[in-house]
């Protein structure tokens, strides 16, 4: 089972920052959050992940609360080619450890 | 980013026949790949686990005998679906791991008729 909750979907003005939230309240010590997104019909793609402390790449931002329970995906400067399904995920980095996968988020950029 | 490709992304295929998928890592060895399959509208259902020289490991309700895996090298496994019918419609999308982080291919869209 997964072990995130997202909401179900969310508007985004073209330009502006998307925030999308992930709720893990049972992440345990080990288990990092990863954020993937799926463009429609294609395999997922990778965006960030971190472990507690935030974290920045080219494509997003990720905050994550003290406590770990939750965090959020910051796409600072929406565009149009952001609309997808967005999944938060919580898993170790021991080994080959699968990745579960929740319902996400569909994100969807209003121009 | 580490390539992971996927052939071929879409087939039909006649009610009875069997369909082989491929997922190949272009630029890097993977021992371990996984195998979803995905519904429309739907998430990502974790099929199988395909390990490099071993059987696969699946996941509860699917049924190893109709979705035959091989993973005879580091950069390549095989999803072979046996006798399909038309529920056996669906995106099959594989992921292989470099280090730490998880690469997908393009996904196979499957259509039975």
């Known amino acids: 089972d997964a072990k995130t909750t997202q909401p179900p979907s969310m508007d985004c003005a073209e330009g502006r920052a998307a925030n999308l939230p992930c709720n893990h309240s049972?992440?345990?010590?080990?288990?990092?959050v990863y954020w993937y997104r799926q463009i429609h019909s294609q395999g997922p793609q990778y965006i960030i992940h971190g472990l507690k402390n935030n974290e920045t790449n080219e494509m997003a931002s990720l905050i994550i609360t003290e406590d770990r329970k939750s965090s959020t995906l910051i796409l600072p400067h929406a565009t149009l080619r952001d609309t997808a399904v967005y999944y938060c995920?919580?898993?170790?980095?021991?080994?080959?450890?699968?990745?579960?996968f929740g319902t996400g988020t569909r994100l969807t950029i209003i121009p | 980013g580490a390539v992971v490709s996927q052939h071929p992304s879409r087939v039909i295929c006649k009610s009875g026949t069997s369909v082989k998928i491929e997922c190949r890592s272009l630029d890097f060895q993977a021992t371990t790949m996984f195998w979803y399959r995905q519904f429309p509208k739907q998430s990502l259902m974790l099929m199988a686990t395909?390990?490099?020289?071993?059987?696969?490991?699946?996941e509860q309700g699917v049924e190893k005998d109709k979705f035959l895996i091989n993973h005879a090298s580091l950069t390549l496994s095989t999803l072979t679906v046996t006798s399909a019918h038309p529920e056996d419609s669906s995106f099959y999308i594989c992921s292989a791991i470099r280090w730490v982080e998880a690469f997908f291919g393009q996904g196979t869209r499957l259509t039975v008729v």
């Open positions: 049972t992440i345990s010590g080990n288990e990092y």
């Open positions: 995920i919580v898993r170790s980095n021991f080994g080959n450890e699968k990745l579960t």
């Open positions: 395909s390990n490099e020289g071993s059987k696969a490991t699946y």
